[in-house]
């Protein structure tokens, strides 16, 4: 298994440029999340899913939007990027009644 | 909601001393306890977790301690190694539902001194 895979990377994007960042899990969880990481600000949820077509709003979902159309892709949508939006992006996934979760190796953007 | 303090945020310790971790949480429904590991460019990774009925979880070097009452957790690492210089998060559940999502602190930063 390649567990929970994030692409790209690495971005950078001009302010007002819209991207997708990908996830992908081959474990068949069926809950996925996103999350944010700035310095001194821990881990803080924007968007989870708990299944297909079944999405919900965390902590900081503004500038940010998601869909969940299978159960191996939870993709998180930047429709008009913003400074404040440079973090280090981590999706996560864990199955339906089990607590652990597993994250992907993240992606780093920058806007400009 | 709940919220989840986390101390310190840096932490030095010379090899093979012990470095304590701890963190407090505010929803007394919470009653799952995880801690993840951050190396650097990495994703955090699960390194031990306890719920709410064990009050102490051991893993070889690495312990968690559970006080419901009180409403704290620790992380406990003995016999510390270079390796082990991370970022280190604690984080909160409820139970189980539909939509149960972790609640993380901000992190520790360990530095292990050779």
């Known amino acids: 298994n390649a567990g929970v895979t994030q692409t790209p990377k690495f971005q950078v994007l001009k302010t007002g440029q819209s991207m997708t960042l990908q996830c992908a899990q081959d474990?068949?969880?069926?809950?996925m999340s996103w999350y944010r990481q700035d310095p001194g600000m821990g881990l803080r949820l924007i968007h989870y899913?708990?299944?297909?077509?079944?999405?919900d709003q965390g902590e900081v979902p503004n500038g940010y939007n998601v869909s969940r159309s299978t159960t191996e892709d939870f993709p998180l949508r930047l429709l008009s990027a913003a400074p404040s939006q440079t973090s280090v992006y981590f999706c996560?996934?864990?199955?339906?009644?089990?607590?652990?979760?597993?994250f992907g190796p993240g992606t780093r953007l920058t806007v400009t | 909601g709940e919220n989840v303090e986390q101390h310190p945020s840096t932490l030095s310790v010379q090899e093979g001393d012990s470095a304590v971790i701890k963190c407090t949480y505010s929803?007394?429904?919470?009653?799952?306890f995880p801690w993840y590991k951050q190396e650097l460019g990495k994703g955090p990774q699960l390194i031990i977790d306890i719920r709410s009925n064990v009050g102490e979880k051991k893993d070889q070097r690495i312990a968690v301690t559970l006080n419901k009452t009180a409403k704290h957790f620790s992380l406990h690492i003995t016999e510390t190694q270079p390796e082990d210089s991370a970022v280190y998060f604690c984080?909160?559940?409820?139970?189980?539902?539909?939509?149960?999502?972790?609640?993380f602190g901000k992190g520790t930063r360990l530095s292990v001194i050779a």
């Open positions: 899913s708990v299944g297909a077509g079944i999405t």
């Open positions: 996560a996934s864990r199955a339906q009644g089990v607590y652990e979760q597993y």
């Open positions: 929803d007394s429904a919470s009653n799952y």
């Open positions: 474990m068949n969880h069926e809950y």
């Open positions: 984080a909160a559940s409820r139970p189980l539902s539909g939509n149960t999502p972790l609640v």
